[in-house]
């Protein structure tokens, strides 16, 4: 069998593939579940199943070829997230392969929107369902970073402004009017301390009398011996 027609949906909904996931697993992370290893997957896991992803209208081209058929150009609009799909079905077996990509609503101008991988593989009408979170991991994993870096931004915003209050706080004393005054109170002279055998605070002894020490008197001139008379005198 081979072909090629197209396939119209209108006003449906899409099991498993809740489009508040993304808004769940944030505030769980933020509440402490870990971004790595299959706790996070498995939270994931029961998110999408929670509710459905309302579609409007959605359109696809499809091909058949030697059993098989491949849906092309596929057009959706959904509320709540954005949904693309690569989807092939073997017509002979019933088999499903397809590979769903949830990516969240656009957010700010430049940031990727988290995204989710969802593989449907297996026999209609129930595939096996394997959910992929590593590029959700990776946006959550940035999104920690640039938390991280906010805040030690604004803490350091916070330190600088602190510091240059606290700067401004203390009056320079030209700016003030404030100077040193010397109080004009003698300095406090420490006691004498205590003399060996006299205690502290005793008084000394007094002083003996002054000794007088008469004058040597000078010796007198003895006769003289020479027979010179005197100058001036008769002999």
Not at 104 to 117: N, S, T, Y
Not at 156 to 181: F, H
Request: overall charge neutral.
């Amino acid at each position: 069998m081979a072909g090629f027609g197209s396939i119209a949906l209108e006003q449906a909904r899409l099991a498993g593939l809740n489009p508040d996931v993304f808004n769940a697993v944030t505030r769980a992370v933020e509440l402490g579940i870990p971004t790595s290893g299959n706790r996070i997957r498995e939270f994931v896991a029961g998110a999408l199943d929670n509710a459905g992803l309302p579609v409007s209208k959605a359109s696809a081209a499809i091909s058949v070829n030697a059993g098989q058929a491949r849906l092309r150009d596929i057009v959706m609009q959904t509320d709540g997230a954005d949904l693309k799909a690569a989807v092939n079905v073997d017509l002979g077996d019933a088999m499903l392969d397809a590979l769903l990509t949830l990516n969240a609503p656009p957010q700010a101008a430049g940031a990727a929107p988290p995204a989710l991988m969802v593989a449907l593989k297996g026999a209609l009408p129930a595939p096996k369902r394997t959910v992929d979170t590593t590029l959700l991991t990776s946006w959550l994993t940035l999104r920690e970073l640039e938390q991280q870096s906010r805040q030690l931004e604004v803490m350091e915003k916070a330190a600088r402004e602190s510091a240059a209050g606290a700067g401004n706080a203390l009056p320079k004393p030209a700016e003030s009017g404030m100077r040193l005054v010397v109080p004009e109170s003698a300095p406090t002279v420490p006691a004498p301390k205590a003399i060996d055998g006299i205690s502290e605070g005793a008084q000394a002894p007094a002083l003996p009398p002054p000794i007088t020490i008469p004058t040597v008197p000078k010796p007198r001139a003895g006769p003289r011996t020479d027979n010179v008379a005197p100058t001036g005198g008769t002999p």
